[in-house]
């Protein structure tokens, strides 16, 4: 079993940056982890996701902005945001799985089956 553990979250203005950080309490069942974000009254989305051998995928609305890494060695994932728009604020949950490797296009929930708790990230114009 995993647990995440989130932290760097907050708010900031328009064209600011955040790092989210998301440690795993084991690495067994994270081999694939990622990023996903809820604003209210939207359907949660993926963001990023990176696989064991470290490919990443993105959504098409981070253009560019974001990058996800981990330390495998820390079991620990980031997701580094920069130039964040108000269109960015949700909370964002990280995700870990049993997956080596991720093939599709997509950030896709089913490639994942354990959830952190969430931070909020809120941005103003």
């Known amino acids: 079993q995993v647990q995440l553990v989130q932290s760097g979250g907050g708010s900031v203005q328009a064209g600011g940056s955040l790092r989210l950080s998301c440690v795993a309490s084991t690495s067994s069942e994270s081999n694939s982890m990622g990023w996903f974000r809820q604003a209210p009254g939207k359907e949660r989305e993926g963001v990023a996701a990176i696989d064991r051998p470290g490919k990443s995928i993105y959504a098409g609305f981070v253009k560019g902005r974001f990058t996800i890494s981990k330390d495998n060695a820390k079991n620990t994932l980031y997701l580094q945001m920069d130039s964040l728009e108000p269109e960015d604020t949700a909370m964002y949950y990280c995700?870990?799985?049993?997956?080596?490797?991720?093939?599709?296009?997509?950030?896709?929930?089913?490639?994942?089956?354990?959830w952190g708790q969430g931070t909020q990230v809120t941005v103003s114009s």
């Open positions: 995700a870990a799985g049993p997956r080596w490797y991720l093939l599709g296009q997509t950030v896709d929930a089913t490639d994942f089956a354990y």
